[in-house]
């Protein structure tokens, strides 16, 4: 027996230049899970979400090209893993509105960012949802699209994301109770040790602190960078601690434990600060460096990165396809002629269901009757002094039955089936239940 690999799939919003953290922290452990046995890898870039924040059209497709890059020349292979562009699968958004159509606004409401936007508002005196597009406030019905599209198992995130992959499963449940078993509830896969780096001024690497240094920095710049890390005034020839040490802590990330090892020697050993970053940049430089080439190649050539986006979407559509047909037919988005041939089905005794209509008569007074599916009275009342009156013999035939009921029947007329009228009832009974 074959074991079924277990579908893993992430998105990449394609913004900003990745740095040494990103690389460190989401790229490089990505592509080498990427590789495991077993394991089917879906990657995309996350194009559409990118509009929802960036509404320059030459930013959007800059972005996209450096970040598909990126990840090829840091070795994700597409021969494995299917990589593409989410803009290049209609059958994407196509899902996004059939799930919007059963996710309630609820759920969206409660969504962290789309609420964090409305909390500044709030705080700064502004209309709650002033700056906010339907886009920003849908952002988790697309990306459970994302999810869905490909039935993935796992999606690895980070802590942020977490809620987004819980509203795809609540999304995919809503979606299987109303239209049958479509789709593989998805989980959230966080990485608990993810290696953070330290930046350029010791506290974590990150845009918003302006410390990062560029994952493809040309290797003079890179040195550069390297050697305004923020160091303290040790002299050469002073031990100097390894701990909470910025430029050994990068040093780390990079090199093998011998080498570190070696490294902290010479630390104990008195070495000089320009020295422990000359080695550093040595360390980082011989990583980088094939890839920052083969970088550099690919965007020379977007011909050569569209093809293999072309490539992988081929790949994503041969499965996104017999799905997005699959439930369209399900909600109700098929052939006229398939309904017709549906049609007397339809039509049969037993999808119908016997109900009770209340309703006045010109004498003034309140009166019902229930009729079966194919719309035969089963029982009619004489008149009530109230529609209260009614609704509540209503109540008590559901509840109780005919033969319960029997104080009621001076106020109905016989009925000409009680079999079938005690069917009906026990029928709607198990029905409110
Ligand atoms: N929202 C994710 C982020 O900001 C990107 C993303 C979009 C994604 N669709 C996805 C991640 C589907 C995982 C699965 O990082």
Redesign the pocket.
Same mark, same amino acid.
Request: charged share 15%; glycine share 14%; no cysteine.
């Given at each position: 027996m074959s074991v079924s690999p277990i579908r893993v799939?992430? !998105? =990449?919003?394609p913004s900003g230049t990745p740095h040494l953290g990103n690389y460190v922290g989401a790229i490089r452990p990505t592509v080498r899970a990427s590789r495991q046995a077993g394991i089917e890898s879906f990657l995309f870039l996350?194009d559409y +979400?990118a509009l929802i924040s960036t509404h320059d059209p030459a930013r959007v497709q800059r972005s996209t090209l450096e970040i598909a890059a990126t990840w090829l020349a840091c070795g994700l292979d597409p021969e494995r893993v299917t990589f593409y562009r989410q803009s290049d699968i209609p059958e994407i958004p196509e899902l996004a509105w059939l799930l919007a159509c059963v996710g309630g606004k609820g759920l969206l409401n409660r969504a962290h960012a789309y609420k964090a936007a409305v909390d500044q508002n709030t705080a700064a005196g502004r209309e709650p949802d002033e700056g906010v597009s339907v886009g920003l406030f849908m952002y988790p019905v697309l990306?459970a699209a994302? =999810?869905l599209m490909f039935n993935a198992h796992r /999606?690895p /995130? !980070?802590r942020d994301?977490i809620q +987004?992959v819980e509203m795809a499963r609540d999304l995919a449940a809503s979606f299987n109770h109303r239209y049958g078993e479509h789709f593989t509830l998805p989980e959230a896969v966080i990485d608990e040790q993810v290696a953070t780096l330290p930046g350029l001024d010791g506290r974590k690497m990150s845009k918003s602190y302006d410390n990062v240094i560029a994952l493809f920095a040309p290797r003079e710049q890179l040195r550069r960078l390297i050697m305004s890390i923020v160091t303290d005034s040790r002299a050469p020839g002073e031990p100097k601690p390894v701990e909470g040490n910025a430029i050994f802590q990068l040093y780390q990330a990079f090199a093998s434990p011998q080498e570190a090892a070696a490294l902290a020697r010479d630390y104990a050993a008195g070495i000089a600060w320009s020295e422990a970053k000359e080695r550093l940049f040595e360390r980082i430089d011989r990583e980088i460096a094939p890839m920052r080439a083969a970088y550099d190649e690919l965007m020379a050539h977007p011909e050569r990165v569209e093809a293999i986006l072309q490539a992988g979407a081929a790949k994503a559509r041969a499965l996104a396809a017999p799905l997005a047909q699959r439930l369209r037919r399900a909600v109700g988005l098929r052939p006229l002629t398939e309904l017709a041939a549906v049609a007397p089905a339809a039509a049969a005794p037993k999808t119908g269901r016997p109900v009770f209509k209340q309703y006045r008569e010109a004498d003034g007074r309140f009166y019902f009757k229930l009729t079966d599916a194919r719309g035969h009275v089963l029982l009619q009342s004489l008149g009530f002094d109230s529609p209260r009156a009614a609704g509540q013999a209503v109540a008590r035939l559901k509840a109780e039955g005919w033969a319960g009921c029997a104080d009621l029947h001076p106020l109905l007329q016989p009925p000409t089936d009680v079999a079938a009228l005690e069917a009906a009832l026990a029928s709607l009974r198990a029905a409110d239940d």
């Open positions: 799939l992430t !998105g =990449i919003k996350a +979400h990306m994302d =999810i /999606v /995130v !980070g994301q +987004h």
